[in-house]
């Protein structure tokens, strides 16, 4: 009993340390949001059209034109490299990279190895990549994909015709 | 062969041993229900997983209580002509193994996390339209998984001293491992929540170290009953005070001139021979009888117990 007392102030104490420190709520172990803040968002792109293209150097694609929405929502601009799928989920598991988009699917078997949002687009399982544990910055794109969920079913729709 | 006379319980301790069999089903949907909304916050996580884990692997005491109460409950047959108490034993052996196995997986497995610097990746959960943080959801569903073990731990353990139940001890203590990797995950992931990746992992590694030291315990206890080491008591591992009782009241039968005991657990019962020297050759059979009643009397525990009359100067 008396380890069990010992338990629960340690508990309620860890509690209260949250409710007082509450704003920024999850943090990332790294940083990331805050460096994207204002900042350059790294980002990959694995070659998967409609969702990511590169064309003549540029890129482009859905899920590029919502990165740099989102980057844009921030305050910062976005930094692309092409690369091959196991390169660039290499680059995000040493967080040489922020994001990554490919039009990647939620059941894809890198899941174990690296941050998923979750799927963005209703009715799919399309989803982006992220570094594992940066949650700060993981819930700040899915607010963001949440928000503009409407423009991205006519994004999709476009590409579909 | 000749079959034991099946044991009779005392009323007031069949009442308890019936409330006991009552709280393992309790138990059994209580943690069901747990781990059906560990698992439905789950998702992919692996934060809550270990929890889940854990739970699914605590019910397997409750489960081997359940089954060894309803074998011993069939006394001695023509096959097994000394009755199937030693389930219990069997039960306590398996209720131990599984907190042993709990303790070591939790330890393996958030080793494994720490050394590979495995960050928990917890994001947005949608809950009736509203996107919250999945931490608050996990936190608020292992804040509920460890209200019953908290519960059923505490109704169990005064019983099982009562009734001289090993197996409900350490069915109690898989429900303390149960709570404390609850609070242990909370702890984890509210740290995780402050940046730190580190605190789930950590938090359920020191909770493993003292579920093992629980399981290994148990485990040595129970090989020993099973071994016919001699009697202890349930919850402080003493020798059993109806060693003292059983050898007083032997001795104090007229005639007897000293007795010495010799006795081994056997599940919730105590049972074995007592040596007595009489100290004349009179009525020998029906001192023997008396000395096995009085035996018998002095602890309800205290069953099927052989009078052997040695010679003058052999006790």
């Known amino acids: 009993m008396r380890k069990a007392a010992r338990f629960g102030s340690v508990f309620a104490g860890l509690l209260l340390a949250l409710l007082t420190a509450c704003d920024d709520y999850p943090k990332d172990p790294h940083g990331t949001l805050a460096r994207a803040q ?43 490299s092409e690369m091959s799928g196991p390169v660039a989920m290499r680059a995000l598991k040493t967080r040489k990279l922020d994001l990554v988009v490919g039009g990647f699917l939620q059941t894809d078997s890198w899941r174990s190895e690296v941050g998923f949002t979750r799927a963005y687009i209703p009715g799919t399982k399309h989803v982006m990549a992220v570094p594992k544990g940066e949650n700060a910055w993981l819930i700040a794109l899915e607010t963001f994909l949440r928000k503009h969920e409407s423009e991205i079913l006519d994004l999709t729709a476009e590409a579909r015709q | ?225 099973l071994a016919d080491r001699i009697p202890h008591t349930v919850d402080r591992d003493k020798l059993h005070p109806a060693i003292g009782a059983a050898t007083k009241a032997a001795m104090s039968v007229y005639g007897v001139r000293s007795a010495e005991v010799k006795l081994r657990e056997e599940g919730h019962l105590l049972t074995g021979s007592v040596y007595a020297e009489l100290a004349d050759e009179e009525e020998v059979i029906g001192r023997l009888d008396k000395v096995r009643d009085a035996v018998e009397a002095s602890d309800w525990r205290l069953y099927d117990i052989v009078v052997t009359p040695v010679h003058r100067g052999k006790l």
Do not use: C
């Open chain 1, 38 to 80: 204002g900042g350059t968002i790294e980002a990959g792109i694995v070659e998967n059209a409609p969702w990511a293209v590169r064309d003549n150097g540029e890129a482009r694609g859905i899920e590029v034109q919502l990165v740099e929405q989102f980057a844009s929502s921030l305050g910062g601009k976005v930094e692309w």
């Open chain 2, 1 to 225: 062969m000749r079959t034991r006379e099946a044991y009779v319980w005392p009323k007031d301790k069949a009442k308890l041993r019936r409330r006991a069999i009552h709280l393992e089903w309790a138990t059994l949907a209580a943690m069901s229900t747990v781990i059906a909304v560990l698992y439905l916050v789950l998702g992919n996580a692996q934060a809550t997983r270990t929890a889940w884990i854990e739970d699914v692997l605590g019910l397997l005491p409750a489960i081997a209580y359940l089954v060894a109460a309803s074998i011993e409950r069939r006394g001695p047959t023509e096959r097994f002509p000394l009755g199937l108490y030693r389930a219990v034993s069997i039960a306590y052996l398996v209720g131990a193994t599984a907190t042993l196995l709990v303790g070591v997986y939790l330890l393996a497995e958030n080793g494994i996390k720490l050394l590979e610097r495995e960050h928990p990746t917890i994001g947005l959960m949608s809950v009736a339209g509203h996107d919250v943080w999945g931490g608050w959801l996990m936190m608020s569903a292992l804040l509920y998984s460890i209200v019953p073990p908290v519960i059923l731990g505490h109704l169990k353990m005064p019983i099982a001293r009562e009734i001289h139940d090993k197996p409900l001890m350490a069915d109690a203590a898989m429900q303390k491992a149960d709570w404390m990797t609850g609070v242990g995950a909370i702890v984890g992931i509210a740290g995780v929540g402050l940046g730190f990746w580190w605190a789930d992992a950590t938090a359920a590694l020191l909770i493993s170290l003292d579920i093992i030291r629980d399981g290994v315990r148990h485990v040595w206890r129970a090989m020993g009953d």
